[in-house]
């Protein structure tokens, strides 16, 4: 193991510290990696002799003071995911099952946030590299490009929306439901009247309910989403409806949360690497092709992509609240 493998390590399992509430769920992420994927060039042993020994060896200590550096392995010197500058290696299948094993193990154990209620908002504030912002003066809203901050309100019942962009002033939208037209102007709503399928599918309530209702088999879940989007087999579709879902909503059930990543690890062709958000947060890049997920490297949670980053997120009463 060179340097360049260990620097990759430390990106990926930063220090942990003896009262880390992560540490146990990284150590029983570990043991199960140890449990189901034993290695072709051992000598096969049964599940219950394994458990016994690792168990009268004091695995759990074990296990947290190494942590998965096992999983990291120097890569053939024609590896395709090696680096271009440096040949560092973005990943391994072993790297990116168990990484993401940890990662489902560390959220499933996570607090699951309640269903809102219908008179709440869900607020976020993202940074993204493109937004729309009003003329407060009643012209034409102005393209603003680069690192654009993007406060949003969404009513829970997906009837009202508020954005504020660049600190700007607060604009509220009454979201038109299908096949709905606009009636006259309401003094109440300064943004209009909003809506289409790019609106309406994004609505907290229809979000959260879809996803409350994915099966928590990561092979079933696959199987859900590739078939609700229609995805023929390349998966291109599959993944970045997972992203979409990460990235649109933060209200994810925990064990669905797990269940996504587990099966984002069964996706052929996703790997591993150290990536960083638009916000420029380092953090564990998942990888299918051209599209990217980062997650925080400590607590696992959903961080960004290449043009947008999560910055804030919160269940609020009223639109213009940010706790």
Known sequence: MNEEDIALIRRFRPAV??????????????????????PARRRPIGRRAAITGLVAAGAAVIVVATGYAGLLEDPPRDDPHAAASGGTPRSTPDVTLGTLELAAAAVERQSTPPRPARDQWVYTRQLTDFALKPDDSGGRSAEVRGKVTVEEWWKFDGKEKATSVQGGKLRRSRILGPGEQPRHPDPRFNGGAIGGPGVVNRTPNKLY?????????????????????????????????????????????AKTNAALYRA?????????????????RHGIGVVFGNQLIVLDSRTYRYLGDKRQALLDSAVVEEPGRRQ
């Not at 510290?17 to 150590?27: I, S, V």
């Open 264 to 280: 984002l690890a069964k996706i052929p062709g996703v790997r591993v690497q150290d990536a960083t958000d638009y916000a420029g």
């Open 17 to 38: 510290p003896p009262d880390d509430p992560m540490a146990k769920a990284r150590a029983l992420a570990r043991l199960r990696h140890e449990f189901d994927s034993v």
């Open 209 to 253: 309910d879809y996803v409350a209702g994915l099966p928590i088999d990561p092979d079933s879940l696959l199987a859900r989403i590739r078939k609700d989007y229609r995805d023929k087999g390349r998966d291109v579709t599959t993944f970045g409806v997972i992203a979409m879902l990460f990235r649109e909503n933060q209200l994810i059930p």
